[in-house]
């Protein structure tokens, strides 16, 4: 009688209909997030927009955007790497806790991170490429080191940018000085410790070391932020074949032994090896479109490594991934961020505006084009609510991406200048003074370069080409005043 009994249980639970006990089991599984920035790519240098430059081709980027959503309208908290970085992973404004935070604001004990959040959820997290937030680099005794602030595992730098080619342990002893924020080089931080590479690409070792990371946690809900320091400078740096793709010449790499003909005064120094090939002079503008375009070619190539091995490891369909850029294209490394002004070092719009995009399976339709405007500070409440965290903080400024609010106010703050939106007017009285030397033959002038009211309607005009400041005061007043007030209530306050 047992075992008549046994069989027809089991009769009962293997009869189910298939698809239905899919789903139910489906429904407890957390999804997988792979969250993917990049370093100062343009606005038009981003395949999945209509608007893109005719010479750009980023098929993989374009995969995450047509399997799901992509935001012509997305912002960052900040026009440079730093502080916006804190905002993307806090959903908080950074200013809310570092009233000087233009440049670094840092990462205060009383701020959650979102690989806090998931890690205290269950999720293996680890960190990939560029860590910068705040001034303390190279540091791995600080709350914004990594494994400070939410992540198991890291491997990258702590810096604005990091050679791609020179890895080493070898070339770091050979150099004067290997530490900069910006011109760095040598070993890799490896959690608590280093590791040097003898040979090997930057872009390729990152997209290595997250593709292992994938493997070995395939078994359990993952949290992986792969962060890759292209397209930033130095931009010449790239693999042979993409150099040929786009017919342009290889530059040698820093070497101490060959810097003393133009650096009397820093004899071998790295810093004035990037000096030199970080703005125009020893490469001029069509070479340094070149240059920009073999860079992000090969970001892409390895972008679409990591979309493959979500696919071969069965893990494509419970994965979420979003794309971002940290900031605005800077036409110093040969960006393009047309139609939009200027770039990286304003809160013009080619400053703050940036490629945006998520990829969700079983939520969003492949194909979607978000039009309305929306915030990196709306990644982590949206990823959080998708592996079932409740957020239980007034101080979030984040919202979900998935529900944008077309009245939203948004704030910016940068040295001396400031803008904020609401709707589609935005207001401002940001100004230019961030260049170090000539721009590329991309960059979009501002109309104006002073520290006037200028008020413009995005919607018609998101190019900034129309102030409309004189014709609309009451909309000048209540915009400032909306700025103010927020300031007020906010500034430091957290």
């Known amino acids: 009688m047992k075992k008549y009994l046994f069989l027809s249980l089991l009769l009962l639970v293997f009869g189910c209909n298939n698809k239905t006990l899919k789903e139910d089991v489906t429904i407890n599984i957390k999804p997988n997030i792979v ?10 240098d981003f395949d999945p927009f209509e608007n893109k430059s005719a010479d750009i081709s980023t098929p993989n980027m374009s995969r995450i955007a047509n399997a799901g959503m ?25 200013f809310r806790w570092d009233k000087h935070a233009s440049w670094g604001p840092g990462l205060p ?30 540091r791995n005794d600080v709350r914004e080191y990594p494994l400070h602030h939410g992540y198991d595992e890291f491997l990258g730098f702590s810096a604005h940018a990091h050679d791609y080619w020179l890895n080493s342990q070898k070339i770091k002893d050979r150099t004067p000085d290997p530490y900069g924020t910006s011109a760095l080089l040598g070993p890799l931080m490896h959690n608590m410790g280093e590791k040097s590479y003898e040979e090997g690409y930057l872009t390729d070792i990152f997209t290595d070391e997250a593709i292992d990371f994938i ?38 790499n820093y070497d101490p032994d060959s810097l003393v003909a133009f650096d009397k005064r820093k004899t071998g120094s790295y810093s004035a090896y990037y000096d030199k090939y970080s703005r125009l002079g020893a490469i001029q503008d069509e070479d340094l479109r070149k240059y920009y375009l073999a860079n992000l070619n090969c970001l892409d190539d390895n972008i679409g490594r990591v979309l493959d091995v979500l696919k071969s490891e069965n893990l494509d369909d419970n994965t979420i991934i979003v794309y ?21 070092y304003s809160i013009w719009e080619g400053g703050i505006r940036v490629p945006m995009a998520i990829r969700w399976p079983g939520k969003i339709a492949g194909g979607r084009v ?37 009245e939203r106010l948004l704030v910016w703050k940068w040295q001396k200048t400031w803008a904020v939106r609401k709707g589609d007017w935005k207001l401002t009285n940001t100004n230019e003074n961030s260049w170090k030397g000539r721009p590329s033959n991309l960059y979009i002038k501002p109309i104006v370069n002073d520290l006037t009211l200028k008020l413009f309607d995005l919607n018609k005009d ?24 927020w300031m007020k209530q906010n500034l430091g306050k957290y």
């Open 462 to 485: 998101p190019g900034e080409r129309v102030n409309l400041a004189d014709k609309y005061p009451d909309k000048v007043i209540a915009l400032e005043t909306a700025y103010t007030n």
């Open 215 to 252: 493997k070995r946690k395939k078994d359990t809900p993952f949290f992986l932020t792969l962060a890759y320091n292209s397209v930033h400078h130095l931009i010449h740096q790239v693999p042979q074949k993409y150099l040929d793709k786009f017919d342009v010449k290889p530059i040698a």
């Open 70 to 94: 992509v935001f012509t309208q997305a912002y960052t908290t900040a026009p440079v790497c730093s502080p916006s970085r804190a905002g993307l992973i806090t959903g908080k404004n950074q």
């Open 109 to 138: 004990d009383s701020v959650k991170t979102i690989a806090e959040y998931l890690k205290e959820a269950g999720y293996a997290t680890a960190r990939v490429g560029k860590n910068d937030l705040g001034q303390k680099f190279h």
């Open 324 to 344: 971002v850029s940290d900031n605005g294209g800077t036409p110093l490394n040969g960006a393009n961020n047309a139609p939009l002004t200027a770039g990286k």
């Open 370 to 406: 978000e039009g309305n405007y929306v915030s990196a500070l709306d990644i982590m409440p949206t990823l959080l609510e998708a592996s079932g965290v409740q957020l239980n903080d007034d101080t979030i400024d984040g919202i979900s991406l998935l529900k944008p609010e077309k």
């Open 35 to 44: 969250l993917i920035v990049v370093d100062d790519q343009g606005y038009a």
